[in-house]
């Protein structure tokens, strides 16, 4: 027997019944959950991302794999097993074929839910920040899937920015490598995740999801090679992370990294991970605010691209 895309990807009844109407749905990514927020805040915050999405006038649709099959759109119970279940693979793009093969589950990162969801035919996905390409690059190469799937599939990604944990800008110098789309979103500056800027100046401003459903309008029309649009969004000033405390404790994080040999998969949880601890929480606050500042405005463009 051979299957089928059909049957390794997916939607709810609720997410389906929307796409086949035309009606605005948002992809919301599952790594966040099970290796980015701590338990039990994980739990009520992918809760309450969909709630945000509801509100706006949107279908959420939550992407995780679970046991083998890439699921678009999560029940109440299938999101509690990405919150609490242990031992959760943390899966890029590239690991969906294994996942599927062997029954596995996991979360999806970035380059996964976006590849999952553009395959469901979604067109517009929150998180709270890429990833992209590390520090140290030049030992490592550890640069983020995120960024390859982005440069080959035609999705809308409204995210913080970066996480600040990167080279910033050596990945936005990617970005504009690999010919993926950029604005900020009410911003001259690129936004630094948990900080309100990165200090990188980004080119182009986008002033409305009606803006932005034009320039996915454009993308379409234009054709040419399936790229993303990266809206970046930063989180609001007042709910920023002091800049000053976020400097130190990433720096103590990274040397922390350094000493304890942490590397690829794990280094961005635990650089998160260690960051939270470092500054009593006020990072994780500044990650949610982020994260939930983003999925109303993914929900707001999905709306407006429904509209077309
Ligand atoms: N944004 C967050 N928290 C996260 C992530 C993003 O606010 O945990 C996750 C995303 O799933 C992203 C992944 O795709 O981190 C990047 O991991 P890596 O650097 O190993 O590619
Ligand atoms: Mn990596």
Redesign the pocket.
């Known amino acids: 027997m051979h299957s089928t895309a059909d049957s390794l990807i997916q939607p709810s009844d609720e997410v389906a019944e929307a796409l086949a109407n035309g009606a605005p749905v948002v992809a919301l ?1 599952s ?2 959950i099970s ?2 927020l701590p338990q039990p805040r994980n739990l009520e915050v992918a809760r309450e991302l969909e709630e945000i999405v509801r509100a706006a006038g949107a279908v959420p649709a939550t992407i995780a794999v679970l046991d083998g099959v890439a699921r678009v759109g999560l029940t109440e119970v299938e999101l509690e097993r990405i919150a609490t279940e242990s031992g959760l693979r943390k899966l ?1 793009q590239r690991d969906l074929p294994l996942a599927s093969a062997l029954k596995a589950s996991g979360a999806t ?3 996964a839910t976006s590849f999952l969801a553009a395959r469901a035919g979604i067109r517009v996905f929150a ?3 890429l ?1 992209g390409v590390h520090r140290g690059w030049t030992e490592d190469q550890d640069e ?3 960024l390859d799937t982005l440069a080959r599939t035609r999705i809308t990604v409204v995210c913080a920015g970066v ?1 600040s944990i990167l080279d910033v800008p050596a990945t936005l110098q990617r970005l504009e490598t690999r010919g993926v789309t950029v604005a900020g979103y009410r911003t001259d500056t690129f936004p630094g995740f948990y900080l309100h800027s990165s200090g990188q100046p980004v080119e182009w401003r986008v002033e409305s999801p009606e803006q932005a459903a034009a320039v996915m309008r454009g993308q379409d029309a234009l054709g040419g090679q399936e790229t993303a649009f990266i809206l970046a969004n930063p989180v609001p000033a007042d709910l920023q992370l002091d800049p000053e405390l976020h400097d130190r404790v990433l720096a103590e994080a990274l040397a922390a990294a350094e000493r304890d040999g942490v590397k690829g ?1 794990a280094i ?2 635990f650089l ?1 991970g260690y960051l939270v601890r470092g500054t009593d929480g006020a990072s994780l606050e500044a ?1 949610l605010a982020a ?1 939930k500042g983003n999925t109303g405005l993914a929900a707001r463009i999905a709306v407006a691209w429904s509209q077309r």
């Open positions: 990514e790594t966040i290796h980015g890029g990162t970035v380059s998180t709270g920040g990833g983020s899937a995120d996480k998969q961005t949880p998160l990650n994260v």
